[in-house]
């Protein structure tokens, strides 16, 4: 169809990792002088799809179509000389080198082996006039830029390369107000001049207002793609989240019992805008999922009532008991965290399962002042019975474990303290489906024994289906709660994204 | 048993008899590779070197795994934990000049010479556990950096030129004997053991294995790791002092070389014994085979006329040769490689 038009199209990739299916039968069109967005939730395939098109990853299936013509991309040196270009939202700018340097990284123009600086300066002016940087000093050195500028440059670094098609993975998520506006002056010059943009973007409004063309990918696969006109942002929440509950999860009993985690003016340290200070009161028993887009501040929030991240102000106590900012005094005082990285944060892979399960609280397998290694072997059956870890033997290498059976571990780990409240980071991230069922039901089992429960995950189905309350995470802070009948998906969506609609 | 059956009540006993077992295996797999080696050595020696086999080298063998195998264990501690020290050749030869500055040759004073040797090894330790733990400072670097540092503190305080005697009373940590065995290869034995059981046996020495293997998630589970880490380093620098008084011991007088020397000893023992640099694998039965194994070869060039330029050149060539055997997977199937294939997203 409008193939002969089309610079670069993406035809039935598919890509899977370990557990994970990550991109199923995806097709993607971009044509020049057009902004194609792409969105989706967490995890719906969009970093997997950008990764294939630069050539930093491969299909397993598929092909990449330029100008009509299969390619293979060998690298991401193949697919620039190409024309095909990125900019991650984590920026690669080398903060001590010029603004020049950094635009010409890897295209210096050389006289006789030696830089050409009159020449490249030239080009890095032009360059960065083209992104509305007419003003600035090449010379100038790029960490005494401001982020959006940075961003800028980066752009800049694309243009030089003759870049057709240039990729924007989420350049709204480090900018704000006027220089968001001036990106969107850029981005729309750029298609003027014929450049096929792919722009990546969680915040829906701004995808109506620059898109041309807007792809929805979830799980995956692309639920539908077609001019931006067509859609509104309705529309794209319910493509992007409207899906069946992949997993069953059980019913939790209403919480009766007292509040165990009492928050007061809670601001996590950071370098940005402070958030708003936060209040929070969880009883035992209850379980407050925490939902979010990646970089909202859930897990920095998460962090900092574990002791993890400094507190700018605020308290956090533990039944009375105030829980000092230190990973081990909030142990201490009854607060477990299970990690968003479970291989390199949770776990000691190389150490076979029992000591991981015991590192947490080697006093109970000490006999006599030296370890007993019956005792520990027993610790764990005791917990691979409760738990129902699949492991062969207590002697089995950690890293051997599926994700789930790991994750379980990691709780088994804390379960050995008896913490009163436990947060959880991303607890079912890597773990199939029916390992994630199976932790469902022991987190509403634990909490049914009156534990208190903090939850942060990007799946929203598991945060609606397993939390009793639901805080919704934007901009560093908590942007909104949300409780009972109103706890959907919609309405989550809604806050995350700032989007005009229903609940506060 | 098959392997992989879901686990039952009632197999229990019989499966803790099975991985115990399967543990007793293990440990000797560990051990193969290097006691391959040092038997290979020892026939080499014999058919090669007539002489080897006689009571005096012995003697030397027996002194130099002594010798070697105390700087070894601190060696393996540092090395469990991720980290390398590179400080030990030095602090050798600082207790050396301090023990001969201080007391000069007055065995009266050698007490205090003593406790301030201890210090100063201590002190140098700890200096390296700071830089490591507080400041972050590659613990290759840092090591090195105390190195230098040490070496130039002996030479300004000695004017290059160390003076003073060796008071008779250490000579028997050097020379003495208990049964028959060198004291210094009793002094080696004892710390083995001490260290084999602390790591072995005690949750101290899990913290430090778990710290060495990830020292992010054993810090997230409550563990003083920074702690254990300078811990490591410090008891390197003490075990270095006691490696220096056994070398003061034997000696007599004041070697101006030693002071110089970078030693590599120490790292060679280890990772031919199979402790791996990468922190985290390795027992000290491992290290014990190690210091065995190369204590025969220096021993062996020795017979053979080599200097200590040969003797330095094997050091390194087996220090690069065994790094080189753990990288290709001889020493274990390593989990760090396993993480690295399964593609984290």
């Not at chain 1, 995890?43 to 990764?51: D, E, I, M, N, Q």
């Not at chain 1, 370098?271 to 407050?288: N, Q, W």
């Not at chain 1, 474990?401 to 436990?422: D, E, H, T, Y």
Request: hydrophobic content about 45%.
């Amino acid at each position: 169809m409008a193939s002969s038009t089309a610079v670069l199209q993406a035809r039935g990739l598919t890509k899977s990792f370990p557990g994970v299916r990550a991109l199923d039968r995806a097709d993607l069109t971009c044509r020049p002088g057009r902004v194609h967005a792409l969105v989706g939730e967490n995890g719906a395939g969009k970093s997997t799809l950008v990764r294939i098109l630069t050539g930093n990853q491969r299909p397993d299936e598929g092909e990449v179509l330029l100008d009509g013509q299969p390619v293979r991309f060998a690298g991401p040196r193949e697919a620039m000389a190409a024309g095909i270009s990125a900019v991650y939202q984590e920026l690669t700018v080398l903060p001590a080198m010029s603004v020049a340097d950094n635009v010409m990284l890897g295209q210096e123009r050389t006289s006789r082996g030696l830089l050409d600086r009159a020449a490249q300066d030239r080009e890095v002016r032009a360059a960065l006039a083209r992104v509305g940087l007419g003003d600035l000093d090449p010379r100038t050195r790029a960490e005494d830029l401001s982020l959006a500028n940075q961003q800028l440059v980066e752009i800049a670094r694309a243009l030089v390369r003759r870049s057709r098609v240039i990729v924007l993975d989420e350049p709204s998520a480090v900018l704000s107000g006027d220089k968001l506006e001036a990106l969107f002056t850029v981005v729309r010059g750029l298609a003027a001049e014929g450049v096929a943009v792919v722009y990546i973007s969680h915040l829906l409004e701004e995808v109506t207002d620059l898109a041309d063309d807007v792809t929805v990918l979830r799980d995956g696969a692309v639920v539908s793609t077609g001019p931006a006109a067509e859609y509104d942002i309705p529309r794209i929440i319910r493509e992007m989240v409207g899906r069946d509950v992949d997993a069953v999860f059980p019913p939790l009993p209403e919480p009766t019992g007292e509040v165990v985690l009492r928050v007061r003016g809670l601001v996590p340290a950071s370098r940005g805008r402070a958030p708003e200070p936060l209040d929070l009161d969880v009883r035992a028993g209850e379980i407050v999922g925490v939902a979010g887009m990646v970089g909202s501040g859930r897990s920095r929030l998460l962090r900092s009532l574990a002791g993890e991240h400094p507190r700018a102000a605020g308290t956090v106590e533990v039944a009375g008991r105030p829980v000092p900012t230190g990973t081990r005094r909030a142990i201490a005082a009854g607060v477990a965290l299970v990690p968003e990285e479970r291989k390199t944060e949770g776990l000691v892979l190389p150490l076979p399962v029992r000591a991981n399960t015991t590192l947490a609280a080697l006093g109970q397998v000490l006999r006599g002042g030296f370890l007993s290694t019956r005792r520990e072997r027993d610790v764990f059956r005791e917990e691979q019975a409760r738990l129902g870890i699949r492991a062969s033997d207590p002697e089995q290498g950690t890293w051997q474990l599926s994700g789930g059976n790991q994750q379980k571990v990691v709780l088994a780990k804390w379960l050995r303290r008896g913490p009163r409240v436990l947060l959880l980071d991303e607890p079912t991230r890597g773990v199939d489906v029916g390992a994630k069922a199976e932790i469902y039901r022991l987190v509403a089992a634990l909490s049914a024994d009156g534990m208190a429960v903090v939850m942060v995950s990007s799946d929203l189905p598991e945060v609606i289906g397993l939390s009793h309350r639901v805080l919704v995470c934007r901009g560093g802070g908590v942007a909104g709660e949300l409780a009972g009948a109103a706890i959907n998906e919609e309405n989550v969506m809604h806050i995350a994204l700032d989007t005009a609609g229903s609940s506060r | 048993m098959t392997t992989g059956a879901p686990p039952t009540e009632a197999a229990g006993p019989a499966r803790a008899g099975a991985s115990a077992g399967r543990d007793v295996v293990r440990r000797a797999l560990s051990l193969l590779a290097p006691l391959a080696g040092l038997a290979v050595l020892l026939l080499v020696a014999a058919v090669t070197t007539p002489g080897f086999y006689s009571a005096g080298v012995l003697q030397l063998v027996l002194f130099q795994i002594g010798l070697i195998g105390v700087t070894a264990v601190g060696q393996t501690l540092v090395l469990l934990v991720g980290g390398i020290d590179l400080s030990i050749g030095a602090v050798i030869g600082l207790t050396t000049v301090v023990i001969a500055e201080h007391s000069r040759g007055d065995g009266e004073r050698l007490g205090v010479a003593i406790l301030l040797a201890t210090a100063a090894g201590a002190g140098v330790g700890l200096l390296n556990g700071l830089l490591v733990v507080r400041r972050q400072v590659p613990a290759f670097v840092a090591t090195f950096a105390t190195f230098v540092l040490v070496q130039g503190v002996i030479t300004a305080w000695t004017r290059g030129a160390p003076s003073g005697n060796i008071p008779g009373e250490l000579s028997p940590l050097g020379i003495g004997r208990w049964l028959g065995i060198p004291v210094p290869l009793w002094a080696f034995l004892v710390v083995a053991v001490v260290a084999g059981v602390v790591l072995g046996r005690t949750g101290l020495g899990r913290r430090l294995y778990a710290t060495g293997a990830n020292e992010r998630a054993t810090a997230l589970s409550g563990v003083r790791t920074r702690w254990i880490i300078a811990g490591c380093f410090v008891a390197s620098g003490l075990l270095a002092v006691l490696a220096g008084l056994i070398n003061a011991g034997y000696i007599g007088y004041v070697d101006a070389r030693l002071s110089r020397s970078l030693d590599p000893n120490s790292v060679a023992a280890a990772v031919i014994g199979g402790i791996a640099l990468t922190g985290g694998r390795g027992r000290i039965g491992q290290t014990v085979v190690g210091v065995t194994l190369l204590a025969v070869l220096l021993a062996w060039l020795r017979q053979l006329g080599a200097g200590a330029g040969a003797q330095l050149v094997v050091s390194g060539a087996v220090i690069l040769l065994a790094v080189w055997l753990q990288g290709s997977g001889w020493a274990a199937r390593s989990p760090r490689r396993i993480k690295q294939r399964d593609g984290v997203r």
